[in-house]
């Protein structure tokens, strides 16, 4: 690893280890592991190296969170249903003080009304929503110019 | 295990391992062990084999959940606590695509306010609520049904 | 008639006559008398004796509902709309303090928004909801047990 | 009957005819026949004469209602659970434009919250509440007054 | 009656018996009976023949739209109060699958706030609302309409 | 002064010092001293003697209401405006352990909406509410009728 | 002209130029100047002269109704989208005192929630909503009646 | 032109013309045109044309989506404040069939609690909020990700 | 005092004799004697004379409103903190009959939600608010004004 | 024009065009042309020139405000149904920075609750409701206050 | 007393002269000078020195603190029941700028819902509740620690 | 250990391991290792002996709770962010039977809406909040307190 690497730690939220099975119409057709490589090509192509984690369970979530400060640059986050109920993680978010990015694979604001309140997004830098596999490649984009500006 | 066994995975959310000794004016004297035993003794009269989890843990019930495709045909599920605060685990039952059947020990419906709405019915085949330890035998006859016809 | 004989007041609510023909897709394809017949099948194996009645009137749900003290051991009540609107059903519950189970053919949680409310699930023992036919049938389980315990 | 006699009509809503046995702690020991004559008798000595109707039927006592007005000088309603609910019968009392009393056995404001609202009460002359069978006899007390001047 | 007739069933709800004589600065100064021969010179000369009933009864309207199916070919329904409690008969409408026009005398949505919400019109073809008697006549001509389209 | 006589305070809140001035359309033609001595007179028909008091300070209210326990058995209290605002009245009542009557001049459920809820009220015996200075004379017997019970 | 000609203004409200086009499952698949041309016919076969306008312009439906005193008799109007967010246009309405009547192509209450309410129906002689093109031409008819009486 | 080009409407919303002097601590220093400049080169690069409008008139957007449909591919809008209060834009794009992508230069929901509900955002594509110009370009290539695939 | 002389009652609500030292940031920093000063200078060049009460006590305030009927042609009133929670001071003002202008120093509309509701202003000529001294000012202006015509 | 002159915009919103003949009771007898005499009169006694548009456009009005800044010291708007309704006239006075006054003929805390909520307010420096004209000649020497001071 | 003396403002709200007596089981049955004493006694350990003032009147408490500022270093209040409904003592603790702890008794969070919000906790430094006596005790460390550090 | 000793669970919830970098304006520059320092210390000098557990796992607080009956004597809980999230340590609490006193850093009231509300303090003895980290040692007190008594 070089000095000058921006380093990104990226967060898969609850049951996105099902990706590619779980309703593929609002979803869609990759798989997690499909949609990690694609994040680590456009990553290679613009010096940045990622670290990736998933996990269903809120209190590992807000550990990895935790435990940014110093080591990442920046975080890319889908926080999946924790996007709508968890404060502990939005508290980790504003205590690490590593700026945030949100990202969904669906349009929250096209769907049932309990998606569509964020308790994240108050405390990221920005949100990107309803583009499926491009809300990742785009939050990435935008987690490596809010690292280089 | 023969083949042609139902498979049915039953799961015990937040704070039911204290049943029996937790508040027995609400939840009855039966021991979560007591419950198991009578629930196997049901299941094997229909030929259903069970798996039985008790967690107080969010993430752990998504686990299990997201595993359950292919493994189970039906969930009978007492979300106890988190059916009134996980999207998660509603978003599990939604993506494993597994038919759940969600239960209650006491009446949701005669409590305080918050605890009467679920996050969970919603996504499930249906909800038994009020009748104590029937309610979970009462949900087993009705995921065997389910995976029945 | 026997004298131990458990006797039941089975109460169908409005519109419920037309089952069978009424929207399949949500009420499923049985005649209301199809599933009297197997209510009483059910009851019959049990020792029990219903009394089934189907009524589109708020008030005479009331009326029967009020002479069940003493008559019957237990209720069971699909008050289908009444479910939602009627204050006088859940007080005729509470005042004739005959145990009552709610059942529902349909999961009212999946529904429109003003069906996820009962007014009557808060006086009775307990609520069964969204297993078709087998909603009865589980309710009158619930029943039974609930006289015998 | 003289002509000079005020003719006031009483009605008792829905589960009134259980008076006596229905929950003695929240509405009194006295059955409904009890209070009738007690009313009659306070009638009877101020020269006033009830007619006297219970019904569970909110389409009943619209009825009566309906076919009050040249009949009656005055209307006293216990309208029960239909307090709460019954668009019709405010209807009806504000379209017949006898006036009307409204009473409540209990107190109504120390209840349920969803009895804390009154659709009958914006057309009424005036409501009396939470004195039991006093309720009534102040409320014909009004009555009487309200025809006399 | 000829085999070509279009049969359509006219529905008048609460208080509506009242009509000439209630609140004529609301509703009107026209009896129903009046109301009733116009609509049915108003049938006559499109070849349509109407059965009009009138009902305080919640229950008697719920029983009459039950028993549309094969009888009528359309209903035209005021509700009056049960406009916005009624769900027994919004579910009677959507499940006799006869097609049916919502009227209104007034202008209910320059009423009572409670007013302003009516249950019935989201599984009606249409509502014609604030034109008096004309709101009636205009129904009649959107439920021919609606049956020969 | 007898031992045997009951006393009552009566309470008269803000604003109606100006009673007979203030919009006799709403709150009628008498004065203050009018209705008291009225109140007097039906209060010594029964041997019973107030104390009446008028005060636009909801302190002095408090502090009449805590020095009630032992000195009066019964309380009669038109709270005007504070029957909206003041939890410091609701509590001296509950406090005090006197019963008290809320009673209203006007229909407080046909006026502006903030005066249809009445934070006094679920800590009184009952209200009377719409009949003028009846509703006084209404509340007294109450008062009386509660000692004497 | 002919002085007594009947005057109109018909007013399309904003995305109407796209009928025919426009989600035609909803909207119907006639265009524009179809609706036009079908609502001349119906006003000259009457004596009724109509001026058709259509805008996606707020300001210009005001300009538009501020100027219709003593031109026209009356104004049919659908306000689209303004429906649900013009107090300009329903203020324009109360100001001019030309008799208005709101159209609507689909039945609204059977839509998304915000398309429930109208800010422009307290304002108007009443409400046609739900009849396709038929909207139009009962409202226009509604029009007439209310200029000729 | 070249037949190949993607053609991409660009949509500034109201205030837009103020940028570089508008509150640079929450929408940044660049100017307008500097913006479109920016975007035409990232447009150029990816072989697209932009047509960019900006337009402080709700009518004048809705205008020019309205012609939207064959003349262009996609639609790119920063609604600003009609984001929060325009049906009639958010007709305009479910209406004319081209897909469209909302952007904010600020994140809305770390600002006012009218601002972070959205009626634009259910009829798109999807959303970029909170990366200043960035959010542009971001929603610029998701635009034309939409067309070519 | 000349008999033509307009006589106006200020009234300076709860914390206001802490003007000057009280937060200078939100409500100036000229002490409360100084505005009176500057009042009663204006008054004079208009030939009006000032009578000017400060009270914490929301029943003092009553009081003085009470007795304002006979004694002041106008009222200029900053209830302050009771803006928001008086409505015996809203009752007062209506039943003294006085016209009452309310006035505020800071612009309550910019502050904390529950600042931006005043129980007051629906029954006074109007209100000024945000200008600091200058609302006092320009409401004895409107008080004068609303005197004379 | 001299250099010293205090510039002022004053902005008429929607439907004042109509002043004098809308709705007199509501809104006075003068006509707007009236109105700015008046305006023009007392600005030219303190040295003020007035700059004076009236329009029914949202997107007018939020170009003569885009365009005040450096050409206005200040502006006094009457918003009329834009209150209520307009997030971009809103943020235009907020963007372009020129002190800003609300003011309102009539006063809208007396009127229908949607009026009662203004969206321009919290941007301005103050408000001034319910006077009639003296409302915006109040609203002038607030303005020019603000620039001398 | 010393100069070095902590002088601290102790405020007991409504009602609570009557403790020891009211409610026992809900508020203690320790009087009110016992509370005191043992207040004092604290103090004395700590070098502090207490003023102790109850009122059940909302404008003698804002007098009191109106005053503190200079003549205490902190204040400890029970607001009782003005907890929930003064913004008046709330505004003064603001304008007064002494530190304040609010306490309270029981433990208001597990009581009805109006006694669950505090206009009050929002300026003060912190709050202890639920604790009976205790409350007091440890508001008074609080107290002092403020005012030491 | 000495078996008299009182033995306390102390729980800090999640991102609290962050305590002295993290928000050291609203949350105190103390580290927590720190703050437990002070905890043993206070404890150590009453006889009291400290478990301390520090979890951003909600299912590990439940799990810990679970296991507290018998163990400990009172829990002293900072919940954290799940404060106003978890259903299932509330329920923990209240199953577990033993008192619980539940501490804040920040002064809850004085934050964001949504963490105003506590769904843990309803089943605690009280709640001490906004007194860094004297609240966790005022908790402790009144934990042991609670013990004694």
């Known amino acids: 690893m070089r000095k ?12 996105l280890q099902l990706l590619g099975t779980r309703q593929p119409g609002v979803y869609g057709k990759q798989s997690l592991a499909a949609i990690n490589r694609l994040l680590r090509q456009d990553a290679a192509r613009t010096g940045a ?4 984690v998933q996990s269903n369970h809120e209190g590992e979530i807000v550990d990895a969170i935790g435990k940014a400060k110093g080591a990442y640059q920046a975080i890319v986050i889908n926080p999946a249903a924790y996007t709508h109920t968890s404060v502990a993680i939005r508290d ?13 694979l669906s349009n929250i604001y096209a769907r049932e009304k309990f998606r569509q309140t964020s308790l994240i997004a108050p405390v990221c830098h920005g949100q990107v929503s ?20």
């Open 4 to 15: 000058s690497e921006v380093k990104i730690l990226v967060i898969h939220g609850p049951n």
């Open 130 to 149: 309803g583009f499926g596999v491009l809300s990742y490649r785009l939050g990435l984009q935008a987690a490596i110019h809010a690292v280089k500006t």
């Open 92 to 104: 980790a978010i504003e205590a690490c003080g590593v700026p945030a990015i949100e990202v969904h």
């Open 49 to 52: 190296r990622l670290t990736i």
